[in-house]
């Protein structure tokens, strides 16, 4: 191994230790599948590889990976296959109608992504940077170039802006 590659394993290494569980559990929200969203997570990290060994710079690495995995998990749609219904009620699928507390999570989720949009842009920018893409006040500073400071103001603000759209009736949201 050259000394070029024990430095890009060190950094993977270390980076597979701080989002690996991260990534797999977005994978695994995407795809609803164990199996594939532990596969994806590895590729992700194999791309990565290879991009260092190509001579690629990473500024921020835990954005890259999920900028590199949220690409493959639309690979992962695009070739996936559709199942009847029929042919999953013949392997023995029964569809649940207790998914109240799922469902209520999921239009609370909804809501708030539209919530979100409905936001300045400078607010919309770091409150979907942070809680959406899940990045850290340095990570969202690195990015936009501004200080961490700013940043953490714009959060509060936008956090602020947010709770006043929440709090207004259903008829001004649409």
Known sequence: MTHKQKKYHVLLTEAHDT???????HAYYKVHDQNISQDLVQNT??????????????????????????????????????????ALLEKGF???????????????????????????????????????????????SDITNQPKNTIAVQIHRGLFKLKLLCDCPQSHLS
């Not at 949220?70 to 992962?76: A, M, R, T």
């Open 19 to 25: 989002y690996e569980k991260a990534l797999r559990a």
């Open 94 to 140: 029964e569809p649940s109608i207790d998914d109240e507390g799922r469902l209520s999570n999921v239009f609370d989720g909804k809501k708030a992504i539209i919530l979100i949009s409905k936001l300045p842009e400078k607010y919309r920018e770091v409150i979907k940077m942070r809680f959406i893409l899940d990045l850290s006040l340095g990570e969202i």
């Open 45 to 86: 990290f194999m791309k990565t590889w290879l991009y260092l060994v190509k001579g690629g710079k990473i500024e921020a690495m835990k954005a890259f990976l999920y900028h590199v995995l949220n690409h493959l998990i639309i690979d992962e749609y695009r070739k996936r296959k559709t199942a009847s219904l029929d």
